[in-house]
Structure formats: C-alpha cells, structure tokens
C-alpha cells in the first residue's frame, strides 16, 4: 500500500470557494510537504510542515499536521482558475539514510469559473 | 535559468530499443533524483543520487541504468525497451533528505 493517499481523488469547486484536501500517511515522519502539478509540468514545492508543527501558513495556503492521526489537510482558500492542477503530499520518512520523499496518490483540483 | 532541465520532453521509441534521458540542475543540490509517474498519476522513486553516489535504487529493474558524471547531472539509460515502461520520468534535486525537491518538466517515454 502507498504511503501517502489523498482524500478526495477528485475535487470540482466554483471560483471563490475553498478547497481542501487530506493526506494520510503510515509511518514516522520527519517533515511532510505538498507539491502542485499542472497538467503535462513537473511538480512544484508549495509549503514543507515539520513533524513539531501542527499549522502552517503561506498565501492562500494553510496546512495543518496531526502526526497522531499521520495526516495532514491542504486549504487553499479563495480559489482561482489558476490554482487548477493535482496536488500532492510526500513525506520525508524518519528512517535514516533514505534519502526521499514518498509521494502521495494525488487529488485533482478543478477550479470553475 | 531553468533549475532542473531534462531532455528530450518527449520520446516515442519502439519495443527492445535502448534511449537516454539527460537532467541537469544549476542549482548547486547534492542530491538528485529519478521519479516514474505513471498513467494514474502515480509518482514512484527510482533512483537517488547524492554527490555522485547511488543511495536509492528502489526495485527498478536492472534494464535501467542511472548515470552521474558530476554532481549536477544525472542521467537514466533504458535498455531493451518494454511497452510497460512506457510513462513520464521526472528528474528532481534537493539540498538533501527532506529538504524541498524541484522537479524538471519531465519526460513522457512512448514505447510502441
């Protein structure tokens, strides 16, 4: 089973609104991070959450982390066209030495206009 | 000013070929990385490489070959191409362990 799974798989909103989306994740972490995809790019960084945080805030965005439950949400609020893409949490697993990050399965984020 | 380029962005090659894909990063990172993303979106390590060093090779079959002449440049060799690897390749960087990843534009390989 994968590490990370993402809660919806699919998201459809009207422009304005908010979104969100979890994260769930089975082993110890050191940080988890999410990631934006636009259709046919590569992925790009948006917010790292460190394992001692439970809120983080950046723009429109705010993520939150309870390791107890090993989750996390992503909100990204008034939503615009733009933010149209896939989005991602990967986790930064404790085990020393494994130098990755496990991505999640992903949730597709269609914002309307 | 591209951080992490990859070539070629597409590749369309028949079954039992041998290719390349090329990535660099002018960022200064220690530690690349090769992802495969599958036809459900789903991202999966192949390899990582710090300082020029294998550190991850994540079950890929040996028909795959990463190859890093300098700390900024990793490429992936495919031998004997299958239809089942057919799929985007993303190369990504870091500082290190979990630290951020920046992601090239990926490679969409076709095999037919």
């Known amino acids: 089973s994968q590490q990370g799974e993402e809660d919806p798989q699919a998201l459809s909103i009207q422009e304005g609104e908010n979104a969100t989306m979890n994260c769930s994740y089975k082993t110890s972490i050191n940080n988890l991070q999410w990631y934006r995809q636009n259709s046919g790019r590569g992925l790009v960084h948006l917010i790292l959450?460190?394992?001692?945080?439970r809120e983080k805030h950046s723009g429109r965005l705010r993520v939150t982390l309870d390791t107890s439950k090993k989750s996390s949400s992503l909100l990204i609020t008034a939503s615009r066209a733009a933010d149209t893409a896939s989005y991602f949490c990967a986790t930064d697993e404790t085990d020393f030495g494994n130098e990755k990050l496990t991505f999640g399965t992903g949730t597709r984020l269609t914002i309307i206009p | 000013d591209t951080a992490v380029s990859q070539t070629p962005k597409y590749l369309v090659t028949q079954m039992g070929n041998d290719k390349s894909i090329k990535c660099e990063q002018n960022l200064g990172h220690d530690t690349m990385y090769w992802y495969k993303q599958d036809s459900k979106k789903f991202l999966k390590i192949m390899f990582s490489y710090n300082n020029k060093e294998l550190i991850i090779n994540e079950t890929v079959p040996n028909r795959f070959s990463p190859k890093s002449p300098d700390k900024a440049h990793l490429n992936l060799h495919i031998n004997s191409l299958e239809l089942g690897d057919s799929a985007v390749y993303f190369c990504?960087?870091?500082?290190?362990?979990?630290?951020?990843?920046?992601f090239g534009q990926g490679t969409r390989l076709t095999v037919v």
């Open positions: 990504a960087s870091s500082h290190g362990k979990g630290r951020k990843a920046f």
């Open positions: 959450i460190r394992s001692n945080e």
